[in-house]
C-alpha cells in the first residue's frame, strides 16, 4: 500500500521568509513518481512539479526548490521568499510506476502567507 | 486548446436527489480519472476510466456512485439519492496513453442540503 504524510497541517510565514514544506512517503515499488500540487483559495489544482524515482537531483525553478532524498523517503518543497500569492494548500503525491496512474495524495499543507 | 472542462462548477441537490457530474477531457487524452476531496482532506482516488470502459473503480463506493466514459460525449460521475456525506469537491483529470501524471478540471463543488 502507498501512503503519503504530510505531517504539517498549517504554516504561517511572514512575507519574504522561507518555508518548506515537509512531504514523506511509503511504497514497496521500487519505480514511482512524486508530484507537488497547490491549491490557492480559488479551488483548483495547479501542477508544480513531477520527479521520477530515479532522478535524485534536486530541482530549482525561480523560488520554488525540491529536495528529494530516497534514503529517508522524501520529498520536500521550498519557497524562497515567501510572497502572499504562495497562501494556498499544498499537496504531496505519489504514484505507481504503471498504466493506472492513479495519485495518492497527501492530506495537505495550508500556508498562509502575512504581508 | 481547453484544459479539463468540468461542470457545473458548483452544484446544490436535495437529500435523496441525484448529481450528475460531467468532465471533457483534454483533447486527445483518452484517460479519465475522478477523484473526491472531503472538505479539509486531501485528495481521494474514485475511478479510472478509458474510452467506454472502467479500468479501475476500487475507490468508488459501492452503492450510489456510478461512472461512465462514452464513446462520445464526456465522463459523467452519478451521485443517486445524494446524502449530506456526499458534499466535497469532484475532481476530474485527464492524460494521454502512458503518461504519468495528468491536468485536473477545475472541480465541481457539491453541496447536499
Known amino acids: 500500500a502507498q501512503k503519503v504524510t504530510q505531517a504539517q497541517t498549517e504554516i504561517s510565514v511572514v512575507e519574504k521568509e522561507d518555508v518548506t514544506l515537509d512531504c514523506v512517503y511509503e511504497?514497496?515499488?521500487?519505480?514511482?513518481?512524486l508530484f507537488w500540487y497547490k491549491q490557492p483559495p480559488s479551488g483548483e489544482l495547479v501542477f508544480l512539479i513531477r520527479?521520477?524515482?530515479?532522478?535524485?537531483q534536486n530541482e530549482i525553478s525561480g523560488r520554488y526548490s525540491w529536495n528529494f532524498q530516497k534514503s529517508t523517503s522524501s520529498f520536500n518543497f521550498t519557497i524562497t521568499a515567501s510572497q502572499v500569492v504562495d497562501s494556498a494548500v499544498y499537496f504531496c503525491?505519489?504514484?505507481?510506476?504503471?498504466?493506472?496512474?492513479?495519485?495518492?495524495f497527501g492530506g495537505g499543507t495550508r500556508l498562509m502567507v502575512k504581508p | 486548446n481547453a484544459g479539463v472542462m468540468q461542470n457545473p462548477r458548483h452544484l446544490v441537490r436535495r437529500r435523496g436527489q441525484e448529481a450528475r457530474l460531467r468532465c471533457s477531457p483534454m483533447?486527445?487524452?483518452?484517460?479519465v480519472y475522478w477523484y473526491r476531496q472531503l472538505p479539509e482532506e486531501g485528495l481521494k482516488f474514485m475511478v479510472y476510466?478509458?474510452?467506454?470502459?472502467?479500468?479501475?473503480e476500487s475507490g468508488m463506493p459501492k452503492e450510489r456512485f456510478s461512472a461512465e466514459f462514452p464513446k462520445e460525449g464526456p465522463s459523467i460521475l452519478r451521485i443517486q439519492q445524494v446524502v449530506r456525506g456526499d458534499s466535497a469537491a469532484y475532481f476530474c483529470?485527464?492524460?494521454?496513453?502512458?503518461?504519468?501524471?495528468?491536468?485536473f478540471g477545475s472541480g465541481t463543488r457539491l453541496t447536499v442540503v
Open positions: 511504497t514497496r515499488d521500487t519505480t514511482y513518481y
Open positions: 503525491a505519489l504514484s505507481r510506476n504503471n498504466a493506472g496512474n492513479m495519485l495518492t
Open positions: 483533447k486527445g487524452h483518452s484517460h
Open positions: 476510466l478509458q474510452k467506454e470502459n472502467i479500468i479501475d
Open positions: 483529470a485527464s492524460s494521454p496513453v502512458g503518461h504519468q501524471g495528468y491536468t
Open positions: 520527479r521520477n524515482s530515479f532522478d535524485e
